[in-house]
């Protein structure tokens, strides 16, 4: 198995700019980090939500992913999808095996059994620098350097990179500075930055590197309220503009469901349901999470309120 160190290819945007925090997902921004609309612009063709399994039209397919650490199963008979242009949020309660399902979504570790799937792909047969152009991941804790906030973010670019930097490598890495509202700290070292900020450079880099695939684990939880509505905004509009399929780990169910087009809702380290909004119900929520609940509608959305 290969343990987490390999290819530690982090996603990282966070925008303040141009996002509709307050309206979530149900407003998408006509804002775009620019690399995106150079090389992938699907922006008229993008489906926005969409319901059950998705199993014809996954970019990724994880099918009957088994792993264990050690001999300590965690994840058993795991299997999803996630579309272009779609959101999928995997939630469940602490240690059910989130973060480690999204690390076999890019082999960051191997599955003991089960195939995953990109672009009908084996992702096995695929070389690291092949999975790194396609599927951009950042970490739930990340690692910091004497590096600067611009280098770093370069390093996105690098599945790209010729023998040298372009000139649109370094107009894609300053409009995500500039999405990312990072543009006044880019000489600044990541080892000085606080942890939100470190977080958003993460998921610039990630962005920057122009996945088809983006994998985040937990990228709103270093962020204060206001990043979290921003950068979860950018995102957003990534997804919706540039057909990108997004997987991403969550503890704020209110956030997810603002933002997210499906969950999956994992129990023993089993998926127990995989809906879109209107199946994450009060019974699901207290079957998962072991606390009783109320749905209720604010402004058209759910909203879950513990009792
Ligand atoms: N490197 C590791 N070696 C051994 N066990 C691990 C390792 N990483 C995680 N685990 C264990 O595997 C289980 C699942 O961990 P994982 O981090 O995937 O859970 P999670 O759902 O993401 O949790 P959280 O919500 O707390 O971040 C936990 O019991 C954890 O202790």
Redesign the pocket.
């Known amino acids: 198995m290969r343990?987490?160190s390999e290819h530690k290819e982090h996603v990282g945007h966070e925008g303040h700019e141009g996002h509709d925090a307050h309206e979530g997902r149900h407003v998408h921004p006509h804002s775009h980090v620019e690399g995106y609309v150079h090389t992938h612009d699907h922006s008229h063709d993008c489906p926005h939500s969409h319901h059950g399994d998705v199993p014809g039209r996954a970019i990724l397919q994880v099918a009957g992913v088994s792993f264990e650490?050690?001999s300590?199963p965690?994840?058993a008979n795991v299997s999803v999808g996630v579309a272009r242009g779609e959101i999928l949020a995997?939630l469940?309660?602490?240690?059910?095996?989130?973060?480690?399902?999204?690390?076999c979504m890019n082999l960051i570790l191997t599955p003991k059994t089960g195939t995953v799937l990109l672009e009908e792909k084996d992702l096995m047969k695929m070389s690291g620098t092949e999975i790194a152009k396609n599927v951009g991941y950042v970490a739930?804790r990340n690692e910091s350097a004497k590096m600067s906030v611009f280098d770093t973010v370069l390093l996105g670019r690098k599945p790209h990179l010729g023998l040298r930097v372009s000139e649109r490598d370094y107009v894609i890495v300053e409009e995500a500075l500039s999405r990312f509202g990072l543009l006044e700290m880019q000489l600044r070292s990541i080892d000085e930055l606080s942890g939100g900020e470190l977080q958003r450079v993460c998921i610039c880099r990630a962005i920057v590197q122009e996945p088809s695939v983006l994998l985040l684990?937990?990228p709103t939880s270093a962020l204060d309220l206001c990043r979290q509505m921003a950068i979860l905004g950018v995102i957003r509009d990534v997804v919706d503009h540039h057909n990108v399929a997004t997987v991403m780990?969550m503890?704020d169910l209110n956030l997810a469901l603002r933002f997210a087009d499906r969950f999956l809702f994992?129990k023993g380290?089993m998926v127990y349901a995989a809906c879109d909004r209107s199946g994450v119900t009060a019974d699901v929520i207290e079957a998962v999470y072991g606390i009783a609940v109320d749905i209720v509608m604010h402004k058209g959305l759910p909203m879950v309120v513990p009792r």
């Open positions: 343990e987490e650490y050690r300590d965690v994840l995997i469940g309660p602490n240690g059910v095996g989130k973060s480690t399902l999204l690390k739930q684990d937990e780990t503890h994992m380290g």
